[in-house]
């Protein structure tokens, strides 16, 4: 994903429910979000055109939503969910786990879905294992953690 530009940001605080329906012929800064999702190589100038659509379409298209060309709640749901497992990859979680916990015989597992808590921070839940126990025949399931973006660790429950 291309660098977005430094007006967009607010864009990502709305929620989905709350952004405009973007569909070919609209303008503004929230369809060079659209543009800037999609990689183009273009100059972005704000404009919803026939490029933008066909993307839109695929896209929809690879996440079984409706293929209408039209970015409305749902489209925005999956692009924004898209755009913040960029900015926090799982990986980025289980190595914010390793430095919390210190333990060289734990390992980390996740089934890489982002979750959000009411407060609207998002997270990853983690299952550790020991390795010394799952070298001995077992499970070696030790814990359940919810990392979240800024690196804080929370003891969890299984997902």
Do not use: C
């Amino acid at each position: 994903m291309s660098e977005l530009p430094t007006e967009l940001p607010p864009i990502l605080d709305v929620a989905p429910e709350h952004q405009p329906t973007l569909q070919q012929g609209s303008e503004g800064i929230e369809v060079e979000f659209v543009i800037n999702h999609f990689g183009f190589e273009t100059e972005v100038d704000g404009l919803f055109g026939a490029q933008t659509d066909e993307q839109v379409r695929q896209f929809q298209s690879e996440h079984g939503l409706a293929v209408d060309g039209i970015v409305g709640v749902e489209t925005w749901t999956v692009m924004f969910n898209e755009h913040e497992v960029v900015i926090f990859p799982v990986e980025q979680a289980i190595t914010y786990a390793e430095e919390a916990l210190d333990n060289d015989d734990l390992v980390f597992s996740s089934d890489g879905v982002l979750h959000k808590d009411s407060d609207g921070n998002v997270f990853y839940s983690l299952k550790a294992q020991s390795q010394d126990l799952i070298d001995d025949g077992g499970s070696g399931t030790v814990g359940f953690y919810d990392v979240y973006q800024n690196g804080v660790v929370v003891e969890s429950e299984p997902r």
